[in-house]
């Protein structure tokens, strides 16, 4: 079960058998639109503010996976989720409306790979026999609790990133078909001394580099090993950096086979400057993209980083630095 | 960065710091002047030319023609951000659209369309001059102060 200091190797090997993507209007414009099941035509999904919209975002994508597994959602042991607004009300109020146990976690936008690692613990571990791990983000929700009003003219510099608007969920279970998680590595938390918020993708690039380091050192692997290495969201910017770093580490990972999930989910033209974020960003890419490219055959082994910024709208006006996270899990098929 | 910040900083985080720096695009600060000024004037100029024809159609001297300017070019602003479109004329335009009075106006509108959400009252009234009030305090704070050195010196015997 424990491998080394901080990852975990599953004998079970827990299945995914169904996942979720719901998308936004910026996501349906996207590179990666054809593998979101919903993609929204309005940011606000036809509720009166942008914090109901999130919660429906998640509620749509657990309702889509719950379907897709032919389950029903008595079946569900437990539900995890986390997101980006103050106590985690997207989750909390997405719990409420499916009425099963839950566990709210927090691990800003490394949530999808947090919420991954735990439901194969679980499963794993017979503490459940079926777990939804579901996570979401709004645009504007997210810039409205950190940054500015949506509407607001600040000129944004170039490291900055764009929050997706989506959910992506899960649903893991002991037997069946699918993916299988295989391992998964539980990050410390990283704090370089960034505090600039409109930076996460250097703030955040460090905790990538230690996770991943981590996951290959427990498990004695070299990177060959994958067919698929993705980072959560670090953007162009945490990319580059994360790559430099790995190589100075002598870890080399080719290429054309390390990406990040905040660099593929939108088109070039797509003014996004740095590239995406937000949980949503890893979710809808892992869920929606990458399940459906491994069920066709065309990966094998993937293992994504996701990666979190643990800061709070007011520690960074008390000029706090910015702690970051990353949760990595291996999938195979 | 300062230098009072850098000492709080480890060896490691300040060699970090300064690798990922070199790593990060860096703002175009010239381009975004020329940007600035181009737009700034553009906005001015309009300003002006209200002015004149205010003064010139509806009988306003120099003086009184500057309310009915302000108040055409806010409705302007608060209509473009209301509309959606001022946040992405100021991605390009930067301190262009920030700095005259319609950079103003958009501070006040856009928090305000942003907390409707949370009622007239908590939300609209409580969150208006949440990005414009450190202007208004600091306006009125350094209008005080500066009056009052200006009654000490004249006090003195000065001019």
């Given at each position: ?186 990050g410390r938390v990283i704090d370089m001394g960034i505090s600039d918020p409109f930076n996460m993708g250097a703030a955040m690039a460090p905790a990538a580099v230690d996770t991943i380091q981590a ?119 | ?159």
């Amino acid at each position: 079960m424990l491998k080394g200091h901080q990852t975990w190797v599953f004998e079970n090997r827990p299945v995914i058998i169904a996942t979720s993507a719901v998308g936004g209007p910026f996501e349906s414009k996207g590179a990666l639109a054809e593998d979101f099941d919903i993609l929204h035509k309005d940011m606000w999904l036809g509720q009166d503010s942008f914090e109901k919209a999130e919660k429906k975002l998640l509620e749509e994508a657990c309702e889509i996976a719950i379907k897709k597994a032919g389950i029903k959602k008595e079946d569900v042991n437990i539900f995890l989720s986390g997101d980006l607004l103050n106590q985690i009300i997207s989750s909390s109020f997405t719990a409420r409306t499916l009425a099963v146990p839950y566990i709210g976690l927090f691990g800003a936008c490394s949530s999808s790979m947090e919420g991954l690692s735990v439901a194969a613990l679980l499963v794993e571990s017979k503490a459940a026999d079926c777990v939804l791990a579901a996570t979401s983000s709004h645009n504007a929700a997210a810039e409205k609790q950190f940054r500015y009003p949506t509407e607001y003219g600040a000129q944004k510099p170039p490291t900055s990133q764009w929050t997706v608007t989506g959910a992506g969920a899960a649903i893991i279970t002991r037997q069946g078909e699918g993916p299988r998680i295989t391992s998964a590595t539980i990050g410390r938390v990283i704090d370089m001394g960034i505090s600039d918020p409109f930076n996460m993708g250097a703030a955040m690039a460090p905790a990538a580099v230690d996770t991943i380091q981590a996951h290959f050192r427990d498990l004695g692997r070299d990177p060959s090993y994958y067919d698929f290495i993705a980072t959560g969201d670090l953007g162009k910017v945490g990319h580059g950096i994360t790559e430099e770093l790995l190589k100075k580490h002598g870890l080399n990972i080719p290429p054309d086979i390390f990406t990040d999930c905040g660099m593929i989910i939108y088109k070039e033209e797509q003014p996004v400057l740095a590239g995406a974020s937000g949980c949503g960003c890893s979710a809808t890419v892992t869920y929606g993209h990458l399940m459906r490219r491994m069920r066709e055959g065309e990966l094998k082994k993937i293992l994504i980083a996701a990666t979190g910024a643990l800061m709070s709208p007011m520690s960074y006006q008390q000029k706090e630095s910015i702690p970051c996270i990353a949760h990595a899990v291996s999938i195979e098929m | 960065m300062s230098n009072k910040k850098k000492k709080k900083l480890t060896p490691t985080q300040q060699q970090y710091q300064q690798f990922a720096s070199q790593r990060e695009p860096k703002r175009p600060v010239f381009i975004n002047c020329v940007k600035a000024f181009l737009v700034g004037g553009i906005i001015s100029t309009l300003g002006q030319g209200l002015q004149w024809m205010f003064m010139t159609y509806f009988g306003f001297d120099k003086v009184t023609a500057s309310n009915p300017t302000v108040a055409v070019l806010i409705i302007l602003s608060v209509l473009l951000t209301g509309l959606g479109v001022y946040d992405h004329i100021a991605q390009w335009a930067g301190a262009g659209t920030a700095v005259p009075v319609t950079g103003f106006a958009n501070t006040m509108a856009s928090a305000a369309i942003e907390h409707r959400s949370e009622g007239y009252v908590l939300g609209v009234g409580g969150n208006m001059f949440k990005l414009s009030g450190p202007v208004i305090t600091y306006g009125v704070f350094f209008a005080f102060v500066v009056s009052l050195i200006k009654i000490i010196v004249k006090e003195l015997g000065g001019i």
